[in-house]
C-alpha cells in the first residue's frame, strides 16, 4: 500500500481536545502520570542512596533501574490482556494495588538491609508502574477524536513531569538529607510506607469513579473528509483486520525507538546526581535538588510541546528535539563545568516530548489492535534496564564519558520522526 501522511501533519485546531463528559475521567487519568513518575524518580534517588548506605558500584546501583524497567518487560503483555479482558478502570485499580503492595515491602527489605530485597519490592513496585503505563496511554487517547490524541498525551504526560520534580524533592528531603544518610535505611522505610498508604487510599476513590462508556479513538470508523487529512481511506477496522500488529512497520519503528528512548533516559537519570557530585563538586543533596529542577525543565517541554503542537508536526518536533539531545550530550561529555553542566540540564528539556509522541504515533490507526500494540509499546520501556548498567561500566572510570552512550539512541530517534513513523 502506498505511504500515506500520517494524521499529526498538524492536527486541526478546531478539533476539540476532548468532550465534557470525559473531564472528570481525563483528570484522574491524568493524575496517574504524576504517580508513576514519583515513583520512577524516586529511583534514581535511592541509587546514590545505596551507593552511600549498602557500599555498592555505581554499575551495581544501576540494577535498581534494571529491577524498575525490567518489570516492564515481564508485565507489558500481561497487563494488555488484563486491560482487553476487565477494561480500563480495572486495570487502573490493578496497576494501583501492585503499587501500594510493591511500597510497603520497603519495610522488610530496609529491616534487611538488603540490596536484593529492595530490588525484588522495586520490581512488585514497578510491575504497577507498568500496568499503569499500559493502561493510561491509550486511556487517555480514547478520551477525544483520534487527531488531539498526541495533544492529550503530551498534556496528561506534563503532570507525569509535575511527578517527576515531587519525586527528588521527596527523595532528597527524606533520603539524602539530615543523619539518616549514614547508614540508616529507617527513612527510606518511613518514606515509602507513606508512598504506599496514599496510593492505597487513591485506588479506594478511583473505584467509585464512574468511567462514562468510550469508544476508542483509534479504533473509529473515519469519515471520507478525514482520508483528505492524511488518514486511510475506509474504516479503521478494515485495514488492521487484513493485516497482523506486527505488519504494520510504523508500530515496529515505534517499539525500537521507544526502546531506545527509555534507555537514554534510564541513563541519563541515574547519573545525574553522580555527575553534579563528581564533576560540579556538589553535595548528594545539592545535586538531588538540582535534580529536581532538571524535571523541571521537562514538565516545562511538555508543556511548551503540547502548545507547538498545535502548529508543527508533532513528528518534526521530535526530530528537532532529539538532534538537540544529540548536541547536549556532546556537551556534557566534554566536562566544561557549568556550561557542560547547564547541558545536562537541558537533555531533559528535550527528552520531554519523546515518550508521549514516540507512543501516539506508534498505535496511530491500528484500530482493533490497539490495546495489544499499547502493552508492547509499553514492554518497550525495558530499554530503561540494560542502558544505566552500560553506562554504569563507563561512569566508573569517568561518568562525563558515559554521556556519550546516548547519542546513539537519540539519533535513532532522529531518523523515526523524520522517515519511519509513516503509516504504509
Same mark, same amino acid.
Given at each position: 500500500m502506498q505511504?500515506?501522511?500520517?494524521?499529526?501533519?498538524?492536527?486541526?485546531?478546531?478539533?476539540?481536545?476532548?468532550?465534557?463528559?470525559?473531564?472528570?475521567?481525563?483528570?484522574?487519568?491524568?493524575?496517574?502520570?504524576?504517580?508513576?513518575a514519583i515513583a520512577i524518580t524516586m529511583g534514581d534517588v535511592l541509587n546514590k542512596h545505596f551507593q552511600n548506605v549498602l557500599n555498592v558500584s555505581k554499575a551495581q546501583s544501576g540494577l535498581v533501574q534494571f529491577s524498575i524497567f525490567g518489570a516492564y518487560a515481564v508485565m507489558g503483555i500481561p497487563a494488555g490482556l488484563f486491560m482487553k479482558r476487565f477494561g480500563y478502570k480495572k486495570g487502573v485499580l490493578l496497576g494501583l494495588s501492585l503499587y501500594a503492595i510493591g511500597a510497603f515491602l520497603f519495610v522488610p527489605a530496609a529491616n534487611a538491609a538488603s540490596f536484593s530485597f529492595f530490588r525484588g519490592a522495586l520490581f512488585v513496585l514497578a510491575c504497577g508502574l507498568a500496568t499503569?503505563?499500559?493502561?493510561?496511554?491509550?486511556?487517555?487517547?480514547?478520551?477525544?477524536?483520534?487527531?488531539?490524541?498526541?495533544?492529550?498525551?503530551n498534556f496528561a504526560q506534563s503532570f507525569n513531569g509535575l511527578g517527576a520534580v515531587v519525586g527528588p524533592l521527596l527523595g532528597s528531603y527524606f533520603i539524602l538529607s539530615g543523619p539518616h544518610t549514614d547508614g540508616d535505611l529507617s527513612s527510606v522505610k518511613l518514606l515509602y510506607v507513606g508512598i504506599g498508604s496514599t496510593i492505597l487510599a487513591i485506588?479506594?476513590?478511583?473505584?467509585? $469513579?464512574?468511567?462514562?462508556? =468510550?469508544? *476508542? /479513538?483509534?479504533? #473509529?470508523?473515519?469519515?471520507?473528509?478525514e482520508t483528505e487529512a492524511g488518514f486511510y481511506s475506509g474504516t479503521a477496522e478494515e485495514v488492521p483486520a487484513a493485516r497482523t500488529l506486527f505488519q504494520h512497520p510504523h508500530f515496529r519503528w515505534a517499539?525500537?525507538?521507544?526502546?531506545?528512548?527509555?534507555?537514554?533516559?534510564?541513563?541519563?537519570?541515574?547519573?545525574?546526581?553522580?555527575?553534579? $557530585?563528581?564533576?560540579?563538586? =556538589?553535595? *548528594? /543533596?545539592?545535586? #538531588?535538588?538540582?535534580?529536581?529542577?532538571?524535571?523541571?525543565?521537562?514538565?516545562?517541554?511538555?508543556?511548551?510541546?503540547?502548545?507547538?503542537?498545535?502548529y508543527i508536526a508533532p513528528n518534526k518536533l521530535l526530530t528537532a528535539f532529539a538532534l538537540a539531545n544529540v548536541l547536549m550530550c556532546i556537551v556534557v561529555a566534554q566536562s566544561w563545568g557549568w556550561v557542560s553542566f547547564g547541558a545536562l540540564l537541558l537533555i531533559n528539556f528535550f527528552f520531554s516530548i519523546m515518550f508521549p509522541t514516540i507512543f501516539s504515533l506508534g498505535i496511530k490507526d491500528l484500530g482493533r489492535h490497539t490495546p495489544q500494540a499499547s502493552s508492547i509499546l509499553v514492554m518497550a520501556v525495558a530499554g530503561g534496564a540494560v542502558f544505566p548498567y552500560l553506562m554504569g561500566k563507563v561512569a566508573n572510570h569517568d561518568i562525563a564519558a558515559a554521556y556519550y552512550l546516548p547519542i546513539i539512541c537519540y539519533l535513532f530517534i532522529a531518523l523515526f520522526g523524520a522517515r519511519l513513523y509513516r503509516l504504509r
Open positions: 505511504s500515506v501522511a500520517n494524521s499529526t501533519l498538524g492536527a486541526p485546531t478546531s478539533v476539540p481536545f476532548t468532550e465534557k463528559k470525559y473531564i472528570p475521567t481525563l483528570i484522574f487519568v491524568s493524575s496517574l502520570f504524576m504517580l508513576w499503569l503505563e499500559a493502561v493510561a496511554h491509550p486511556f487517555m487517547a480514547a478520551l477525544g477524536d483520534q487527531r488531539t490524541s498526541d495533544q492529550r498525551l485506588a479506594v476513590a478511583f473505584s467509585f $469513579v464512574k468511567v462514562p462508556a =468510550l469508544q *476508542d /479513538a483509534h479504533g #473509529a470508523p473515519l469519515a471520507p473528509a517499539w525500537l525507538a521507544q526502546f531506545l528512548n527509555v534507555a537514554a533516559q534510564g541513563g541519563t537519570w541515574a547519573f545525574f546526581i553522580n555527575y553534579g $557530585v563528581e564533576k560540579m563538586h =556538589l553535595s *548528594d /543533596a545539592a545535586a #538531588a535538588g538540582y535534580f529536581s529542577l532538571f524535571m523541571v525543565l521537562m514538565m516545562l517541554g511538555r508543556f511548551v510541546g503540547t502548545f507547538l503542537m498545535r
